[in-house]
């Protein structure tokens, strides 16, 4: 997990300047700095034990409404990440495995946004080499990365809207048995 909020870590590991979220990345920043504090990290602990709940009720969090924001944020956390394993020397190391999450990530954001025009602007993320990684996705996310690889943009934006209603006519008739 990359969340920051459920992890203690020791100070002189934040100290690192490499370890500091860069101006601008408002979306992946606990992504950007927990992969640095466990490249630098010379001892995990994990506790099996609850010992913080995290509310997930704020609608207007960032998370809530892929934007623009959004899309370059993820290549601006994957740019960066790719130029830090550079730096250490260890990027042939973990290119390969740097792979599949930055497809998951493109898939997120393609399923996520309502916007058509975004859909459209980054396709081009990550293209090169999603189609190795195809049998990772459940059915409707591996529809809408094809359907957003093959230009077609107007069967995306269909295919986002009716899962959005079935959705919503889902959680209707929840509330209507409740």
């Known amino acids: 997990c990359t969340a920051l909020w459920n992890k203690l870590i020791k100070r002189d590991l934040y100290a690192r300047n490499e370890c500091r979220v860069p101006d601008g990345l408002n979306y992946y920043e606990d992504r950007f700095v927990t992969t640095r504090l466990y490249f630098f990290a010379t001892k995990i602990v994990k506790v099996n034990k609850p010992f913080y709940h995290y509310s997930q009720s704020n609608a207007g969090a960032i998370t809530k409404t892929i934007n623009q924001m959004h899309f370059e944020n993820v290549l601006q956390f994957w740019s960066g990440l790719d130029q830090f394993f550079k730096l250490h020397s260890v990027y ?3 290119q390969k495995i740097m792979e599949l999450p930055k497809i998951q990530s493109k898939v997120r954001l393609m ?3 309502h ?4 859909r459209k602007q980054y396709s081009y993320m990550f293209k090169s080499f999603e189609l190795k990684y195809l049998t990772h996705f459940k059915k409707g ?10 230009k077609m943009f107007r069967l995306a934006q269909l295919l986002h809207n009716y899962f959005l209603k079935r ?3 889902h959680f209707s008739t929840l509330e209507l048995e409740n």
């Open 141 to 150: 996310e591996l529809i809408m990365l094809l359907l957003v690889r093959y």
């Open 167 to 169: 959705i919503s006519n």
């Open 111 to 113: 399923v996520g946004t």
């Open 92 to 94: 042939d190391r973990y």
């Open 115 to 118: 916007s058509f025009k975004l």
